[in-house]
């Protein structure tokens, strides 16, 4: 988690992800959509995407999944589709609601509906992500 | 829709959406994630990305979506964070998991949970989306 809370700050964003396997982080990434004019470009996605074009394989299996905000059902959807073992995050999304926009769909309202669950485990640093959340947005 | 079809059978897919204002098409896309070994390269997410970054913005207010087969709750999520209008979709979620893995998430369920309505209508063209299933699949 403290990868992804660094690459956030590095970006000024409050968003930032990292994709780990055992000790070692294979990829980081900050949210990138007005960068990008990409809608899509969450920190989750662009770290999905980025390890899964590595890899050049779209199966993700033996990863674990760091993000400093709870997964909006975009990014927990692409989480299910590339079947990451885990996804630890910090602040939840009713706690983003009080800073910005949000889908009212909670990572594991998705999880229980998916041919391929997810271990999920939250408030990881909370506190630290939620300055992110304080600082930069 | 006809132009999501087309695009789904030249690329030898069941999945193509096409994003479209008044009467002009101005993307399509099929679904990717194979051929760029990223998981997150579904029709409707190509489609987004590609116009998004054509118009220099995140922001696609003014469009409709057209998919071959319901959005899944990732590609549904996108389409509400790029604010479109509308989508328009053929065959729905529980007619695609008789061919395959999905996510039982209706797109209308997230609709309802969102801060962005889309008007949603489906079954357009359904049968010819079917046996793009049948075909491709």
Redesign the interface.
């Known amino acids: 988690m403290r990868a992804a809370i660094e690459v956030a700050k590095a970006n000024r964003t409050p968003f930032g992800a990292a994709l780990s396997m055992g000790d070692e982080i294979f990829v980081t990434a900050a949210n990138h ?2 960068e ?5 470009a969450h920190a989750e ?1 662009m770290a ?2 980025k390890l ?2 590595h ?6 299996s033996g990863f674990t999944l760091y993000t400093t905000c709870e997964p ?7 989480a ?3 079947k990451v073992d885990a996804i630890f995050y910090g602040c939840t999304i009713p706690e983003i609601s009080l800073f910005m ?5 909670r990572a594991e309202d ?1 999880n229980i ?4 669950r997810v271990t999920i485990l939250d408030s990881v640093l909370k506190d630290e992500c939620i300055n992110l959340l304080n600082k930069f947005h």
Chains 1, 2 share one sequence.
């Open positions: 959509t007005k990008l004019s990409d809608p899509t996605i999905i995407r899964a074009e890899l050049k394989k779209t199966n993700l909006c059902p975009m990014c927990m959807s692409a299910i589709w590339a926009d949000q889908i009212d769909m998705l509906k998916s041919f391929h």
